[in-house]
Every structure is written in structure tokens, then in C-alpha cells.
């Protein structure tokens, strides 16, 4: 039974296999074509044309069985060989060997995936914000469009720089190179491809007009080249495919490669990267239709799919977001249609590679632009501009990092100054000072609340990060300045000196030894200029420490209140009779 | 004017110099007396003996008219040598090279300090905490005991190395070179030092017993070597000490050397830490006699204090804790008793050096012993424990890494693990449950307050961290999870099921835009499931962000309210009548 379970969890398709129906059938056939037509062209732009291809066969089979997303369809997505190519192709020239390392690192990336998974430990793809993500993939896919330059221009030698400016480079040095037979045919496929994609996005109904787009594409401009011979005068084609299955890559796998640390830290960076995407999507589509996701388990999916596809001459692949809207567009029930996809490509790669022969590059180009276009995702960047403009630095590092230094110099930065903000959040914390909002028990900050005006005789001050190392300095200081600024206010005013501090600890959700240093300390700087210190509302495991380090002892058990409004009137009582000890019992809480 | 405040800014002693008085004098000179007492033994304790003495000469002078403390007193920390060798022993192998390098790596120190005190950047010395460098000094502090030995037990050669191991393995393979007269002598002395350090200790009155028990020892074992001319049986002793002041070491700093980026790399990691230590020093006394020290202008003090030191042959020198503590007791009143311990020691370097011929090195490290055993703080390191298990993992940590690694590891192992928990009290924040507290309108943890009972038909949630993104999906799965835990027991129950979901955002000091798709999901989740998300008291920042986002206008103005109690208040009264909104706009808050 345990087992039964065991079974089920790590392969979802022994809980809806036995249940599936004509029905489903029904739909997944149809939005598994649907995919295939959109994963065939999108996988022969890929270089080599032909791992496009196989990397639609084999690992989309292996998600069927054990993806838990009923919407994702799985595939290379378009960035991904040029990540594979930035971490791994500065470093080896020779085309061969690159190939096989490329293997090997989505091997390790699939190592990587399903160890993350199986120790549950998915939750790293957290520290990939989704500003991150956006300026990320929108750098990646800038260098690509612009790498796409080569085939709409029918350029020969290219970089195998991935920055912007070495693409560039490469571009405009080969001016005389430029063929324009070429480029005009670019020109009008993606006028086409972009034009659908308008179209189908403004009608979401007609998803199929863009879906079809590629294949089409394909298809005129193979008949186009065929007829023309286009192939003679300057235009590039494909040429002849292999047909067949994927080889078997397994004992091709340089494991003795001096690369191999270089192949392990690609595939380190790029499985964690390709996750963090295909879990954001799988999420996304999970969430429109009222089902969960376990992170975990779509990374372990996405690892033994990794590990299957570097077995069988498969590009990195993951959950894309492009085909999975196709599929759910098309109606898709189960991960069945991956299945149907797979058939589509493998039928393809048994008998069809022929007619692909005429296929011009430039048409493969335009559909790579076309896709690479629509993730830069220029709505995202000017949505976190508006809300966050530390999220939109993120961002913009991200695609700098990206665009103009390499994928590691990228995604480093944005993670660490991701990091370093919420560093801040608890290093620098706010604190403010409180104020009586009339006619209620209410304290909140007089900032934010013009209503809530100060109490006269004392000074109520609020902290909102836990108090540790990194604040506690600070916090220190700021106190006493609150506390120096308030009575040098109030004698200039002549009004009645400073009595009593509240800190309202509702927000202290931690506090660590050096917290409670500080708590001393600046309890001793009051005491010096006799002020009461009085704490409200802290929390239990505030509570617990400062009953451990005995700083309870220290402060009096009486100074301790369950509320803010509790502190004032208790105070106010005392302020007001002879024997305050006595009152503050009453009313005091531990 | 302003040229005079900023001069006064750099040189506090033109502000309390005018001032200055006979009264004060006469105090200065005796805590000044009383500190070259300790100076000098402490100074002729490290190796070589003679650079202890010209550190106690040059960077005094500098930190009194520099320094903002008026009972620091400075000078090399004993472990200061130690850090340095650590750094630079493990590369460099020559003597002289070695030294000329610890004199280049006191410059960048120096440098360093002043760079981020001018910087105003000296809050980074908050991210050594209290626990690591505790564990820290402890660490250090074993070592130089440790390594101690080869002058008790006489020993002629020992290990360079300096990991508690390899010195207690040269200790213990070297047993046939053993010298007992040595071994004896060493005894007698650090348990007299010892006595009359526990004798002070507990009778504060009578702290010059202990202030005095070194050159005490100097003297004594000086003419005990000299009556019974012991320096020719088995025990070493100081010998020939050039006379006269610190040597010019400028032109010698070896800035070509191929160790400069070793020599940088210890000068930033020493600085630091001694800058830490010796602001901490500084503040302890500055908040028992009520003044205030800025730590950035200490930080300018002591990297000036150390770039004039290496130009003059001295070791890397800060505000030294027992010294400071000697100088507090003989009752100084300013910075002028550096100066008088400056003069005292510059005397000795002028006339007295021929004296100390015959002082045993087993006395030396006896006094270099009883200092390091003062700074192995058993006592923090059990409160760490009772207090905070995890501050107590952070100093052992330092302890171990520097005892066992090298001072690089135990750094950064305690500062990664001190900053990881940081991370963590955002990354994985508390979220709980709220309850009524009978007979008011106040809400708190179900699991902290017993009385605190939940009211039927809300879940009252409180999260308290910043929400962003490297917590937004924990916090959507902690959410929704429970929401489907609370409707499972409301449904096994048998009661009145769920209406309203409050969450209380008062410790919600911020929000990135990962958090509001968070906040917006979490929305759309719960209205699928025909659950009403409510918010109570956001900050001021979160308003902003969420009206920015527009979250505020798909949440709806009317469901954000003041306090948790006033949420439920209106959502009650709507369950009861007929028309929800014309209600909720009567008592809402924006």
C-alpha cells in the first residue's frame, strides 16, 4: 500500500492513468498536435537542428509519467543552449567536444534537479526573485535575437562570444557579408510571425492562428526554396537531417573531460535556472485552474527527465512557457498530450526529416526572434518600476549581468543584491514613533497616521525587525537619539520632561544576545537620565530569551504590557498617584 | 570656524586640551604610570620583544589626540601577532620578509579602518557579533597559550603553524628537550600572576595588585636570573635590546612584493577585527560613564593610529580591554594618560632596555599566558548557551574554526552562519494564529496567550516579516495550508464554516512585488473558495507598494482595516445584515 503510494507520488500518471477516458483522449490529442506543431519548428531552429528534435521525444515522455502538472508541456526553451553555450563555450572551441559537454552539464543539471528535489530543498529556486527571472531571461533572449542576426543576414562566420557587444560586433564588421535575398525573407516570415502573435493575443480564441505560425512559416518557405532553388543563390537551408531515433549519448558523456568542473557548475547554474521557470510556469497554470503543485516533486520530474534527455543526445529542457499556453489554450486534460506531442516529433524524426531539407535558416531565425521576443517582457520591467524600483535595479542587473558580462556575472549580482536588500530589511530596520489615535485605545505611527498624536510625558516607539547582531548597534543608537531629540523638543517647548519609553515589540518577532545587550544597555542610558523604559506586547520567543538572559529580572516583571494602550493608562495611573508599585501590579502581564 | 569644528571632529584633543587642568594631570599621570606598567611587560612579551615596546610608544601618542574614548588605553592586542602570522606565516618563511609583510599588512589595516571610518561605513563592524567574536578571541587566545609553551618549557624550535594541532604536536614530540628548571620557573610565575589576578578581581579596590603582578614578575625574574646567572642553565633569556625609538619602517613597507594581496588580505580581515574589538572597548566605557563614542570617528582614530604605526616598526595595535580596564581603575580622566604611558615607555626604549638583558622568556610567556586566559570568556560562551543555542553554535564555530582552521575560516564560517540565520528570520517567517482575548477588543498568538480563543467563521493570521520574494511562496503554501487545515476541522466538527480570513500585517515592515502576486494569488485562491481576505493594519510602506500595484483596487478600499479588532468587528456585523458594503464603508480606514 505504503509502496502503491510511494509509486503514485513520484509517478502521477498510476493516478490518473487508470482513470483516463475517451474524452481526455479526445483532448489531448488535439492539443498534443497543437504542441508538436508549435515544439517541430521552434526544435529544428535550435543548433544543431536535430537536438531540437530529439530533445522533443524523450524527455516530454518522461514528464508524462511523472510531471504533476496537467498544463505544462515540456521542450528546450529558447534560451537554454544559449546558457549551456556562455558557460561552456568560452572555454572549449571545438564544436564536437562542446556538444558532448553539453550533455554532461545537463546530465549534472538533472543530478542537481532531483537531488534538490528528493532532499526537498526547492525552495532555493525561492532566492530566484521573479524580478530576477524577468531581467534574466529578457538579457538571455536579447543575445539570442541578436545571434539570430547570422541566419536573417546569411552570415557564414559568427562569434561564439554571448554578450551583446561581441554579437554586435561580429554583425556590423560583416557588412559586405550581408546577403539581402536573405534578409528580405527574414524580414517578411517574422513581420508574419509577430503579426499572428498580435492577433492571437488581442483574440484569445484564435491562440491557433500563432500556434500554426511556425509551421506554416516553415512550410512556405521550404516550398518557396524548393521551388526558386533559393538554395543556389545565397539563401541557406538545412540541409539533410539524420533520420532516426535519438542515439544513445550515454557513453559518450566526458566524465574524464578537464571540463568537468566547468560542465558541473553549468549544469548547477543552468538546472537551477530552467527550474525556477518551469516551476514558475507549472505554478502559474496550476493556480488559473484551482490545482497544487509540489515544487519538490516537479523538480524531481525535471531532473530524471534532464538525466533521461542527456542520456539520449537531449538539450536541457524544462516546463515552456509558450508551448504549456498552446496546450492549455488547446484544451489539454492530462500530461497525456506531451505524450501525443512526443509521438508527433518521433514520426517526424522517423520518416519526415526529408521534407525539412529545403527548410531555410532564416525562416528558423525569424521563428527564433519571434519566440525570443516575447520573453522580453518589456510590461513586467515597467510593472516593477512603477511598484518597486528596487525590484526594477534587480532587474536591469539582471539583464546587464546578462547582456553585456555573462550569465554568471548576471545572475550573481542579481542574486546578491537581492540578498543584500533583505539583509537590510532586518540590519536597518524602521523604527517610529507612535502616537494615540483620539477617542481609542489605538497607537499607530504619527508618519502614516496624521490622526494619532502624541502623549504628553511619553515616548512610544516601535521596532519592526527582529533585534540581532546586525541591529542591534544601530538600533542602540537610534533609541537614544529618539529619546536626546524628544526632551531637547520638549524643553525648548517648556512643556513637562519625558517619563516614560514604551517600545512596542509586536513586530520583534526574534532577538538574539546581542539584542538583549542592547536592551540593557539603553534600559542603563534611561535609567541614567531617569527615564522608566516599558515593553508592550513582545512575543513569545522574545519573552523566553529575555527570560533566560534574565533581563525580565532586570526590568521588572510590572514593565511588561500586553498592549501599547495597556502601557499608556498604567503608566499615566502611576504618573498620577503616590504609590505607583502597588497599581502596576494589577494591570501588568507576563 | 567650520575648519575649527572639523578640526576639532578629527582631533578631540583641541577640544578637551584648553580645558585641560592640574587636577586632571595628576590623575592622567597615575593611570598613565600604571598602564606603561602593564605596557611594557605585555610589550616585551610578543616576538620579537622590542617591536611590543615601540608599539607602545608611536600609536598611543596618535590615539590621544585622535580618539574620542577617554579611558581607552591602546596597544597591541595579544592576539594581534598571532592573527598576522596566521595570515602571512603560512606563505612567507623568512623572518625578515615576515616581518617587513606584518608591517605592510598593519598599513592596509590602517588604511582600511580610516576608509570606512571616513566612509561612515563603520556599521559593518556590526556584522562580527558578540557570539563570533567571543568564539573568536577564545579561539585565538587557546593558540597563543598553546604556543606559550615553547617559552615555558624552554623548547628551541617549534612549529610555524597556528592551529591548536600542529602546535601541540610540536609541544609534544619535542618531550626529551624539555628544560624543568624552565617548566618550574614558569609555573611559580603564572600562578602568582593568576593569584593575584583572581585576588583583584574579586576585590576591585585593590586592582593595582594585579596591574602590577607583571613587572613585579619582570623584575623579580630578572634578578633571579642575574643572582644566579641561570641564563646558563637551560634558561633563555631576552638578551640584547637595541636602545633607542621606534626605527623608521616607510621606506622598508615591501609594496612590490609578491605577497602584497596576502599582505592586503590580512591588513582588511585584522583591521576589522581589531576595530571591532576595539570600538566595543570603547563603548563599554563610554556607556558606564555616560558619553557617547561615535565609532566611525574611532575608526578614523585607529586607522591613523596604525598607518603611522607601520611607518614606525610597530605591530598592529587597537584600544586593548585590560589595559583600558587598568586605566579606568587608576581613574583617568582623558586621553593625556596615553601620552604619559607613551613618555614611560619611551624612556624605557631610551635607558632602560639594557635592564631587561636578563628577563627570562618563561616570564614573558607566563604573562602572555595569564593576559590570553583572560580572554577566553567561559562565561559569555555559557550564557550564549542558556540564552540563544543558536549564538552559542556561532561562537563555537569562530572557537573552531580559528582553534583547528585558520582565523580566514573561522571568520567566515561564523559571520556566513551568523548572516544565514538573518536570511532565515526572513526567509522563513512566523506566521500564527490569532484568538480573541476575552472581554476586549485585542488579538494575539493562540500559542502564546492560552486565554486567546478563536473567534468562528475567521482565521485570524499574523505574519511577521517583511514579505518578499525569498518568503512569497512559503507564504502562499503556509496560507492556503491554513486556511484547508482550519476548513478540515470546522467540516470534522461539524461547525458554521469559514466566512473571512483576516491577516494582520502590522509586522509586515515592507513588500517587494514577488510579495503583492503572492497577496494577489492567496486572493484569488480564497475566492475561489468563496473566502474574503482581509487586511489589518498594513504600514505605511505596504500602502504604498499596494496601491501602487493596484492590489488595493482589486482587494476593494473597504477590506483593509485599522486593528484586527475592528476587521472583525465590521465582517461580524455584515454576516448579520443584509447589505455587506454600505456597512463596510462606514468603518473602513485607507
Given at each position: 500500500?505504503?509502496?502503491?503510494?510511494g509509486?503514485?507520488?513520484?509517478?502521477p500518471i498510476?493516478?490518473?492513468?487508470?482513470?483516463?477516458?475517451f474524452?481526455?483522449?479526445?483532448?489531448d490529442l488535439?492539443?498534443?498536435?497543437f504542441?508538436?506543431?508549435v515544439a517541430?519548428?521552434?526544435?529544428?531552429?535550435?543548433?544543431?537542428?536535430?537536438?531540437?528534435?530529439?530533445?522533443?521525444?524523450?524527455?516530454?515522455l518522461?514528464?508524462?509519467?511523472?510531471?504533476?502538472?496537467?498544463?505544462?508541456?515540456?521542450g528546450?526553451?529558447?534560451?537554454?543552449?544559449?546558457?549551456?553555450?556562455?558557460?561552456?563555450?568560452n572555454?572549449?572551441?571545438?564544436n564536437?567536444?562542446?556538444?558532448?559537454?553539453?550533455?554532461?552539464?545537463?546530465?549534472?543539471?538533472g543530478?542537481?534537479?532531483?537531488?534538490?528535489g528528493?532532499?526537498r530543498?526547492?525552495?532555493v529556486?525561492?532566492?530566484?526573485?521573479h524580478?530576477?527571472?524577468?531581467?534574466?531571461?529578457g538579457g538571455?533572449?536579447?543575445?539570442?535575437?541578436?545571434?539570430?542576426?547570422?541566419?536573417?543576414?546569411?552570415?557564414?562566420h559568427?562569434t561564439?562570444g554571448?554578450d551583446?557587444?561581441?554579437?554586435?560586433?561580429?554583425?556590423?564588421?560583416?557588412?559586405?557579408?550581408?546577403?539581402?535575398?536573405?534578409?528580405?525573407?527574414?524580414?517578411?516570415?517574422l513581420?508574419?510571425?509577430?503579426?499572428?502573435?498580435?492577433?492571437s493575443?488581442?483574440?484569445?480564441?484564435?491562440?491557433?492562428?500563432?500556434?500554426?505560425?511556425?509551421?506554416?512559416?516553415?512550410?512556405?518557405?521550404?516550398?518557396l526554396?524548393?521551388?526558386?532553388?533559393?538554395?543556389?543563390h545565397?539563401v541557406q537551408?538545412?540541409g539533410?537531417?539524420?533520420?532516426?531515433?535519438?542515439?544513445?549519448s550515454?557513453?559518450e558523456?566526458?566524465?574524464g573531460?578537464p571540463y568537468?568542473?566547468t560542465?558541473?557548475k553549468?549544469?548547477?547554474?543552468?538546472?537551477?535556472i530552467?527550474?525556477?521557470e518551469?516551476?514558475?510556469v507549472g505554478r502559474?497554470?496550476?493556480?488559473?485552474?484551482?490545482?497544487?503543485?509540489?515544487?519538490n516533486?516537479?523538480?524531481?520530474?525535471?531532473?530524471?527527465?534532464?538525466?533521461?534527455?542527456?542520456?539520449?543526445s537531449?538539450y536541457?529542457?524544462?516546463g515552456?512557457?509558450?508551448?504549456?499556453?498552446?496546450?492549455?489554450n488547446?484544451?489539454?486534460?492530462?500530461?497525456?498530450s506531451?505524450?501525443?506531442?512526443?509521438?508527433?516529433v518521433?514520426?517526424?524524426?522517423?520518416?519526415l526529416?526529408?521534407?525539412?531539407?529545403?527548410?531555410?535558416?532564416?525562416?528558423?531565425?525569424?521563428?527564433?526572434?519571434?519566440?525570443?521576443?516575447?520573453l522580453?517582457?518589456?510590461?513586467?520591467?515597467i510593472?516593477?518600476?512603477?511598484?518597486?524600483k528596487?525590484d526594477?535595479?534587480v532587474?536591469?542587473t539582471?539583464?546587464?549581468g546578462?547582456?553585456?558580462?555573462?550569465?554568471?556575472?548576471?545572475l550573481?549580482?542579481a542574486?546578491?543584491?537581492s540578498?543584500?536588500r533583505?539583509?537590510l530589511?532586518?540590519?536597518r530596520?524602521r523604527?517610529s514613533?507612535?502616537?494615540?489615535?483620539?477617542n481609542?485605545?489605538?497607537y499607530?505611527?504619527?508618519?502614516?497616521?496624521?490622526?494619532?498624536s502624541?502623549?504628553?510625558?511619553?515616548?512610544?516607539?516601535?521596532?519592526?525587525?527582529?533585534?540581532?547582531?546586525?541591529?542591534?548597534?544601530?538600533?542602540?543608537?537610534r533609541?537614544?537619539?529618539?529619546?536626546?531629540?524628544?526632551?531637547d523638543?520638549?524643553?525648548?517647548?517648556?512643556?513637562?520632561?519625558l517619563?516614560y519609553?514604551?517600545?512596542?515589540?509586536?513586530?520583534?518577532?526574534?532577538i538574539d544576545?546581542?539584542?538583549?545587550?542592547?536592551?540593557?544597555e539603553?534600559?542603563k542610558?534611561?535609567?541614567?537620565?531617569?527615564?522608566?523604559l516599558?515593553?508592550?506586547?513582545?512575543?513569545g520567543?522574545?519573552?523566553?530569551?529575555?527570560?533566560?538572559?534574565?533581563?525580565?529580572e532586570v526590568?521588572?516583571?510590572?514593565?511588561?504590557?500586553?498592549?501599547?494602550g495597556?502601557?499608556v493608562g498604567?503608566?499615566?495611573?502611576?504618573?498620577h498617584?503616590s504609590?505607583?508599585?502597588?497599581?502596576?501590579?494589577?494591570s501588568s502581564?507576563?
Open positions: 500500500m505504503i509502496f502503491r503510494l509509486l503514485q507520488y513520484l509517478f498510476l493516478e490518473w492513468g487508470p482513470r483516463y477516458s474524452q481526455f483522449l479526445k483532448a488535439i492539443s498534443g498536435i504542441i508538436a506543431s517541430i519548428p521552434h526544435g529544428i531552429a535550435n543548433q544543431p537542428p536535430i537536438l531540437g528534435l530529439y530533445s522533443s521525444f524523450v524527455p516530454p518522461v514528464y508524462a509519467m511523472m510531471g504533476s502538472s496537467r498544463d505544462v508541456a515540456v528546450t526553451v529558447g534560451v537554454g543552449p544559449l546558457l549551456m553555450a556562455s558557460m561552456l563555450g572555454k572549449v572551441k571545438a564536437e567536444t562542446c556538444l558532448h559537454l553539453a550533455f554532461l552539464a545537463t546530465f549534472f543539471a543530478v542537481f534537479q532531483a537531488l534538490l528528493l532532499l530543498l526547492g525552495f529556486v525561492d532566492f530566484l526573485s524580478a530576477t527571472i524577468v531581467g534574466f531571461m538571455a533572449a536579447t543575445v539570442v535575437c541578436l545571434q539570430q542576426l547570422k541566419g536573417i543576414l546569411g552570415l557564414d559568427f561564439h554571448t551583446i557587444v561581441s554579437v554586435m560586433r561580429s554583425v556590423v564588421t560583416q557588412t559586405h557579408q550581408w546577403r539581402w535575398e536573405s534578409g528580405v525573407m527574414g524580414c517578411c516570415f513581420s508574419f510571425l509577430m503579426l499572428t502573435k498580435y492577433f493575443k488581442r483574440r484569445p480564441k484564435f491562440f491557433w492562428v500563432s500556434a500554426m505560425a511556425p509551421l506554416t512559416s516553415v512550410i512556405l518557405g521550404s516550398l526554396v524548393y521551388l526558386i532553388r533559393a538554395d543556389r545565397g537551408v538545412i539533410n537531417l539524420k533520420k532516426g531515433l535519438n542515439p544513445p550515454l557513453s558523456l566526458p566524465f573531460s568537468l568542473w560542465a558541473i553549468a549544469g548547477i547554474v543552468t538546472g537551477i530552467s527550474a525556477a518551469g516551476i514558475a502559474s497554470f496550476a493556480m488559473f485552474n484551482n490545482y497544487h503543485i509540489d515544487g516533486k516537479e523538480m524531481i520530474a525535471f531532473g530524471m527527465m534532464n538525466i533521461a534527455g542527456s542520456f539520449t537531449c536541457l529542457t524544462t515552456s512557457s509558450s508551448r504549456s499556453e498552446v496546450n492549455f488547446a484544451g489539454c486534460k492530462t500530461a497525456m506531451n505524450i501525443v506531442m512526443a509521438m508527433a518521433m514520426i517526424t524524426l522517423l520518416f526529416t526529408p521534407l525539412l531539407h529545403y527548410t531555410p535558416i532564416v525562416v528558423l531565425s525569424s521563428i527564433s526572434i519571434a519566440a525570443m521576443l516575447g522580453i517582457d518589456y510590461d513586467a520591467a510593472h516593477l518600476w512603477k511598484v518597486d528596487f526594477f535595479i532587474c536591469m539582471a539583464y546587464i546578462v547582456g553585456f558580462g555573462s550569465v554568471e556575472i548576471g550573481v549580482l542574486v546578491a543584491i540578498l543584500l533583505m539583509l530589511f532586518v540590519a530596520p523604527t514613533v507612535l502616537g494615540n489615535i483620539p481609542s485605545k489605538i499607530r505611527s504619527v508618519d502614516q497616521y496624521r490622526a494619532a502624541p502623549v504628553p510625558g511619553f515616548l512610544i516607539l516601535e521596532i519592526d525587525a527582529p533585534i540581532c547582531f546586525a541591529n542591534a548597534g544601530y538600533l542602540r543608537e533609541i537614544l537619539r529618539w529619546i536626546y531629540e524628544e526632551e523638543k520638549l524643553k525648548a517647548a517648556g512643556e513637562s520632561s517619563q519609553v514604551i517600545v512596542a515589540m509586536g513586530a520583534v518577532s526574534n544576545t546581542s539584542g538583549i545587550s542592547m536592551l540593557e539603553v534600559k542610558s534611561m535609567e541614567r537620565r531617569e527615564l522608566k516599558v515593553l508592550a506586547n513582545p512575543g520567543e522574545v519573552m523566553k530569551k529575555m527570560n533566560k538572559s534574565k533581563f525580565i526590568l521588572g516583571q510590572e514593565w511588561i504590557y500586553l498592549t501599547v495597556e502601557a498604567a503608566c499615566d495611573f502611576m504618573l498617584t504609590n505607583p508599585k502597588a497599581m502596576a501590579d494589577d502581564m507576563v
